[in-house]
């Protein structure tokens, strides 16, 4: 049996490929291949609002069960697959069936980093948060009073940190760097974001490392910082990132760096193969990038459901960004690699403002803590190419909205 498509993955990308087709009227033979053994959801609420109680699950799914036998499309769960034979054109799974396709596409986004067993990261009550099993285990280690350990101050960290305050954890947030959000953001940003989670009660101590998790009985009971420190603790959860399931395609013999490198068609070094969502490595501005966001997901994949269609319009790439702690919502248009210069305006709101990057000059990325129109106008900039006054931006007494004019 020959697929026309086959897609491996079932998040965001994957689920926003095969919709979009549909919706183009597309009628060609599709079948999803997930590991999960639930149909696509949204990942995002579920380390805020459904970890805290506020959403059911059912709210999460991208569409009921249902729809997917409506459209034709061959759901398959708790399928993994073991091996993509190129010049087969076929696909293993784990029951040892192949199944041949005309057109894969590889949504196999990506996993959170753990830490190393020798140093205590297999023990229980060690918890990652990417997935609803994440957020399930998440959930019931979450008792009020009890005491968590953040490793890491990159967004996902920050944000793990400020749902364990909702509920009434004691929280440590520690970060190797000498500050937050080192990676991803100014100075300015996190020292915003810095001071909002210790006003909520979080302690975060920069230029710390980890030396080891202790654990009792394979359970965790405190951590030994770098400085020789030792915390008494009930759950820590690693915030360090993740790293690109690209397992699968280097096998195969496709080109892999950071992510599997596709162009700007969204193809592998295989025409016949495709790679979106956050495992994929694409071109932006003469460089390659890996783009870990739900807005990219869903684009990428709109984009290639037009160019399988018969498009011939090459994906784009207009990054932004969100995260959500606390009653804080931080909004990221652009992307600020190499910035040289920043400016902080201040927000009509209390306690709003933006942070403006610029790289030789040039607007390249804009930061709005609870300023939306902050956030609205610097999107617009970066979406139409507009070049940006900057004697408008740095007057308090000018509308933002003067730099669309």
């Known amino acids: 049996m020959t697929v026309d498509l086959v897609v491996v993955g079932g998040g965001q990308a994957a689920f926003s490929l095969v919709a979009k087709l549909r919706s183009l009227g597309d009628s060609r033979s ?8 639930v149909a696509p959801y949204q990942r995002p609420p579920l380390s805020k609002k459904y970890l ?34 190129l010049a087969a054109r076929s696909v293993r799974i784990q029951d040892g069936s192949c199944l041949n396709y005309n057109k894969l596409v590889l949504a196999t986004g990506a996993a ?15 918890f990652v948060m990417r997935d609803k099993r994440d957020a399930d285990q998440l959930a019931a280690a979450f008792q009020p009073g ?45 020292d915003a974001m810095r001071a909002i989670h210790e006003s909520h009660g979080v302690a975060i101590r920069e230029s710390t490392g980890l030396r080891r998790l202790i654990g009792e009985g394979g359970k965790l009971v405190g951590a030994e910082l770098a400085d020789g ?8 959860i690693v915030g360090i990132g993740v790293t690109a399931n690209t ?59 037009a160019i399988l269609a018969g498009s011939d319009k090459a994906y784009e790439p207009k990054p932004w960004f969100w995260s959500d702690q606390y009653d804080v919502k931080l909004q990221i248009a652009g992307l600020n690699v190499g910035f ?3 400016f902080v305006r201040q927000g009509v709101r209390p306690g709003s403002q933006s942070i403006w990057y610029f790289r030789e000059n040039r ?43």
Request: glycine residues 6%; negative net charge; charged residues 25%.
């Open 30 to 37: 599709i079948t999803i291949l997930t590991a999960e053994n």
């Open 52 to 85: 805290l109680g506020e959403m059911e699950f059912d709210r999460l799914q991208m569409r009921p069960d249902a729809w997917y036998g409506e459209q034709a499309i061959d759901l398959r769960l708790s399928t993994f697959v073991e091996e993509i034979n």
């Open 112 to 126: 959170p980093r753990r830490l190393p067993a020798a140093i205590g990261g297999d023990l229980e009550n060690v």
């Open 146 to 190: 009890a005491r968590a350990l953040v490793i890491g101050g990159g967004y996902i960290g920050l944000e793990a940190a400020a749902v364990a305050r909702h509920k009434g954890l004691e929280v440590t947030l520690i970060e190797m760097a000498d500050r937050i959000l080192k990676r991803v953001a100014s100075s300015q940003t996190a």
């Open 229 to 236: 420190t030792v915390i008494d603790l009930d759950l820590a």
């Open 247 to 305: 397992e699968l395609a280097q096998a195969a013999g496709l080109t892999v760096t950071d992510g599997i490198v596709v162009d700007s068609m969204t193809r592998t070094s295989d025409p016949d193969v495709h790679a979106i969502g956050d495992c994929a490595s694409l071109p932006w501005q003469n460089t390659m990038i890996r783009l870990e966001s739900v807005q990219n997901a869903v684009d990428q994949a709109e984009a290639l459901a």
């Open 340 to 342: 040289d210069e920043t």
């Open 363 to 405: 607007f390249v990325a804009v930061d709005a803590i609870n300023d939306a129109k902050a956030y609205v106008t610097g999107k617009k900039l970066l979406d139409s190419n507009m070049p940006l006054n900057r004697s408008i931006l740095e007057d308090p007494t000018r509308d933002l909205k003067e730099l669309l004019a």
